[in-house]
């Protein structure tokens, strides 16, 4: 199953940005991983979709907001205060099933993807 990502872009050291993951089957739970150049795929921010609950990697934490619409089966990354060091493509990943929020930190949690959106961050 394809996740539907989009929002990336070009900005400024210090700018904002909004990425939507749009999912077409149920969620328990949905995550965002970033990959940048030549480095592993990392985790961003998760949330379990019952009852909201987040979890953030230690880099994103306050910069970052992982939130949800669930009439519209859609999770966002509100991203802040952005650094050229989260230059990266980013993905969303989901699962229909519900486990503890700190567990979707995990991509193999996630059965479905999208495909990537690219944020770059210019110093």
């Known amino acids: 199953v394809q996740l539907q990502a989009s929002g990336g872009g070009l900005v400024q050291a210090g700018d904002s940005l909004r990425l939507s993951c749009t999912a077409p089957g149920r969620i328990g739970g949905a995550g965002w991983f970033r990959q940048a150049p030549g480095k592993d795929r990392e985790f961003a921010a998760a949330?379990?979709?019952?009852?909201?609950?987040?979890y953030y990697t230690d880099s994103t934490k306050g910069r970052f907001t992982i939130s949800r619409d669930r009439a519209k089966n859609t999770v966002y990354l509100q991203m802040n205060s952005l650094k050229p060091e989260d230059t990266a493509v980013y993905y969303c990943?989901?699962?229909?099933?519900?486990?503890?929020?700190?567990?979707?930190?995990?991509?193999?949690?996630?059965?479905?993807w999208g495909q990537g959106t690219l944020v770059t961050v210019s110093s």
């Open positions: 990943g989901s699962t229909p099933r519900t486990y503890n929020s700190g567990y979707y930190r995990l991509s193999s949690a996630h059965d479905s």
């Open positions: 949330m379990r979709w019952t009852d909201g609950g987040t």
